[in-house]
């Protein structure tokens, strides 16, 4: 299996951006867990009150069908070393990607909200807290 390249081309393989503040905290807490096998996993499941919820986990699987794109924890990176401490690897399933094709994830860390962000030009509408979308 070949590395992509952190292109614009190759962030749409998985058909989801990470910016650089969202791969920076996935980073650091990927580094907290102590394992380099963990990727950033990003599914949509039915469920929430809007009828599909997004997932983020960190997972070590490697599931048929799977897209996956490295990201750098800073917006000049353009070389992509699979090895490279300040990468991010994202990975999305195939009954995910088209809900999330052109998805942008971020990180807010905000004294009224903390946590990552989806801007999903795929969802119709959402519900209040923001969990789940249709």
């Known amino acids: 299996m070949t590395s992509p390249q952190t292109t614009e081309s190759t962030k749409t393989v998985t058909g989801v951006v990470l910016t650089a503040t969202a791969a920076q905290k996935a980073r650091t807490l990927l580094d907290q867990e102590g394992r380099d096998d963990l990727r950033l996993r990003i599914a949509v499941q039915p469920g929430g009150c809007s009828g599909l919820r997004y997932q983020l986990f960190f997972d070590e699987r490697e599931l048929e069908g799977d ?13 992509v070393d699979p090895d490279d401490a ?8 195939r009954m995910s990607a088209p809900y999330l094709s052109g998805a942008t994830i971020d990180f807010v860390d905000r004294i009224d909200a903390q ?9 119709g509408g959402s519900c209040a807290c923001g969990d789940s979308f249709h």
């Not at 300040?86 to 399933?93: P, S």
């Open 67 to 79: 897209t996956v794109a490295l990201f750098g924890v800073t917006e000049e990176a353009s070389e």
């Open 86 to 93: 300040d990468k991010v690897a994202v990975v999305v399933d």
């Open 115 to 123: 946590g990552f962000t989806i801007d999903n030009p795929n969802a």
